[in-house]
């Protein structure tokens, strides 16, 4: 099972780039790494997902290097409605199993004016 | 999109009794379901996963006996908390696994359960 590091809290302004790393030095080949972002009192809410290099959607960037042992989600030129908890999920799901779905402790990243 | 919902969002109950809370895949159709619970300021907690057709498969310290999960379609899982006690409120989440991929996880938007 993957173990992932994040830092607990991270603050920045509205038209930032906000850049968060989660550490998972014991990734396994076949897992896959996702984000997800929660509100208070929401379930949590899928922003992306990689395997390695780099990926892009509208809403986000995740860099993985090369050895996959972190990886950093990057969020361009965020807003207030950005401040939320922020998971990064680590596992693969196989046969109708899963592995890996520990959630770490997140990142709550607070956006101020 | 993939939409997960769950019924009821808020239920009170009073100790003793038992509440069965659902999670539906709206648009597709899931493999696997899984269910959290969540405690104020705290992170998902993991307790079962829910295959359509078998049994679940609980996390260590979950009673599987106390939380019933019954997975009866590729788009529905029930979780029912039996003989609930105040240190079961919590925030219950489900999430989804289309089936075929991709592999992401669609969270249900939770129920907030209050025993008195």
């Known amino acids: 099972l993957a173990k992932t590091t994040q830092p607990i809290s991270m603050d920045s302004y509205e038209g930032q780039e906000v850049n968060i790393t989660c550490s998972h030095n014991?990734?396994?080949?076949?897992?896959?790494i996702t984000w997800y972002q929660q509100f208070p009192s929401q379930g949590p809410r899928f922003i992306i997902q990689g395997y390695k290099t780099k990926v892009t959607n509208e809403v986000a960037s995740l860099f993985i290097p090369a050895d996959r042992k972190s990886s950093t989600l990057s969020l361009p030129r965020v807003s207030l409605s950005d401040t939320a908890v922020y998971y990064c999920?680590?596992?693969?799901?196989?046969?109708?199993?899963?592995?890996?779905?520990?959630f770490g402790k997140g990142t709550h990243l607070i956006i101020q004016p | 999109g993939a939409v997960v919902s769950q019924h009821p969002s808020r239920v009170i109950c009073k100790s003793g009794t038992s509440v069965k809370i659902e999670c539906r895949s709206l648009?597709?159709?899931?493999?696997?379901m899984f269910w959290y619970r969540q405690f104020p300021k705290k992170s998902l907690m993991l307790m079962a996963t829910?295959?359509?057709?078998?049994?679940?498969?609980?996390e260590q310290g979950v009673e599987k006996d106390k939380f019933l999960i019954n997975h009866a379609s590729l788009t529905l899982s029930t979780l029912t908390v039996t003989s609930a006690h105040p240190e079961d409120s919590s925030f219950y989440i489900c999430s989804a696994v289309r089936r075929g991929g991709p592999y992401e996880q669609y969270f249900g938007p939770g129920t907030r359960l209050t025993v008195t």
């Open positions: 829910s295959n359509e057709g078998s049994k679940a498969t609980y």
């Open positions: 999920l680590v596992g693969v799901y196989s046969g109708g199993g899963a592995d890996g779905l520990t």
């Open positions: 014991n990734i396994a080949t076949n897992d896959y």
């Open positions: 648009d597709f159709q899931a493999t696997t």
